[in-house]
């Protein structure tokens, strides 16, 4: 977070200056970077909330334990949350639906969309195991009436059922809904609809500091030549060739 800001920082400096690249060297680079300080206290809030939102509670526990760093909700419903997102993953939709209901049973009434995309997922499921009668009589009954009140309902359930008129998946325009990715991107809409309602952001803040760092990165690349952090992973700085 500290380099973030240095880079913004010298972006503005330097845009004020000729068209010509300002060289920086490795010492210079790093002797600024020192002078900036973080509190460890905010650093240790941004593991926590990452921690968090992706629910590694043991982890997050631990931290807790040896940071001293407080979470902003119960760790107790991160296990919870987590379950409901792995039955979505497994294709246990009736069991997420379930323990969503549990949760707090009105997510999924203020949530129109997001209990479509779990019925949706149902009928996907009921599909891939070929269950193709109970698939039509399930499209019928809870899918088809809420495609009359909202036309983007209707057209993705209109993808869905296509599915049925293939024999072999793999020629099919739509076949994608099938894949392990499917399931997935239900099981993050529901992950973050949990979250909001907990009143906890859906998505953690280090991906979006370490994306707004390499766009920082990048607009300094037009001004300058410097050392950059070129693998996030291990954040080690490297020269930039003149």
Known sequence: MSLLWFVVV?????????????????????????????????????VMNFLVTEGYVEAADKFRMESGTEP????????DRMAVKKAVQCGNV????????????????????????????????????????????FAQDELAPRGEENQSFLEELEKTVALLAFEDVSNCPVGELLDISQRLKTASEVNAAILTS???????????LLKMLIWAQNQLDEKAVYPHINDLSTAMLEDTPL
């Open 10 to 46: 010298q972006l503005h400096s330097i845009q004020t200056m000729s068209t010509s690249k300002k060289v920086i060297t490795r010492d210079e680079w790093e002797k600024k970077l020192n002078n900036v300080k973080i509190r460890k206290e905010d650093m240790n809030k941004l």
């Open 72 to 79: 902003d909700i119960d760790l107790a419903t991160i296990t």
């Open 94 to 137: 009736q069991d997420a639906i379930e323990k969503v209901n549990d949760l707090n049973p009105e997510i999924l009434d203020t949530n129109p969309q997001l209990f479509f995309h779990l019925q949706q997922q149902k009928l996907i499921e009921l599909i891939r195991n070929g269950k193709v009668e109970e698939a039509l009589e």
């Open 198 to 208: 907990q009143s906890h952001e859906k998505d953690p803040k280090l991906p979006s």
